[in-house]
């Protein structure tokens, strides 16, 4: 399956700041990635799709203007969380559509913890 | 998009066989049945995918009856390592994957 990456791995920041968690796909050029956030204890929550070289697609109640997201290349997307703030602390995953043994496949990343103080 | 419904928990000892079913009434025609697997703080894991009747892995097999309105997973002889969450999930090349509760599966010794 298709393997993908991101970074960094853990991020504390203060409230307030701006971070940048990147997501990468090393070995199959997506066209679309999608990022989640999961609390803890709970399931995935899909927060937005990206699209490579346009707008991205954000579900109901995802605030467009306070995650950013940038789909700049068939290899990265970038989702920036501007002005955190403690309620933002969360697991932020990524993933991909890839051929699979059957039908379409989603392969995610391994994740990204944010801690905002 | 396909909604599922799993067991919100399940236990079970080492060396057992695990059964999870998964309800999916609604999937479309087009959607392929994944299951995941996710271990605290990792992204996902795929275990194993299909579409009708029965499919095979290293891992683990997959059980889909003819009207595909569910699934079943199966872990053969399960070990501590096998604790962590499951999911299944009805997805096609056109739709975006929305995520259900998930079955949290505890091994024992």
């Known amino acids: 399956g298709a393997v993908v990456s991101q970074h960094p791995s853990w991020v504390i920041c203060k409230s307030g700041t701006s971070v940048k968690i990147e997501c990468r796909s090393l070995?199959?050029?997506?066209?679309?990635m999608f990022w989640y956030r999961q609390f803890p204890k709970q399931s995935l929550m899909l927060m937005a799709t990206?699209?490579?070289?346009?707008?991205?697609?954000?579900e109901q109640g995802v605030e467009k203007d306070k995650f950013l997201i940038n789909h700049a290349s068939l290899t990265l997307s970038t989702l920036t969380v501007t002005s955190a703030h403690p309620e933002d602390s969360s697991f932020y995953i990524c993933?991909?559509?890839?051929?699979?043994?059957?039908?379409?496949?989603?392969?995610f990343g391994p994740g990204t913890r944010l801690l905002v103080l | 998009l396909a909604k599922t419904t799993q067991p919100i928990s399940m236990d079970s000892y080492e060396g057992q066989e695990v059964n999870i079913t998964c309800s999916h009434n609604n999937i479309a025609t087009n959607d392929y049945i994944t299951w995941y697997q996710q271990f605290p703080s990792q992204g996902p894991r795929f275990i194993i995918q299909g579409y009708k009747t029965k499919v095979t892995n290293e891992v683990a097999s997959l059980f889909i009856p003819a009207d595909r309105k569910s699934s079943t997973l199966s872990l053969p002889r399960v070990s501590l390592s096998d604790t962590a969450v499951y999911y299944c999930l009805g997805n096609s090349s056109a739709s975006k994957i929305i995520f259900g509760s998930g079955t949290r599966l505890s091994i024992r010794p």
């Open positions: 993933s991909i559509n890839s051929p699979g043994t059957g039908g379409e496949t989603q392969y």
């Open positions: 070995d199959f050029q997506a066209t679309t």
């Open positions: 990206s699209n490579e070289g346009s707008k991205a697609t954000y």
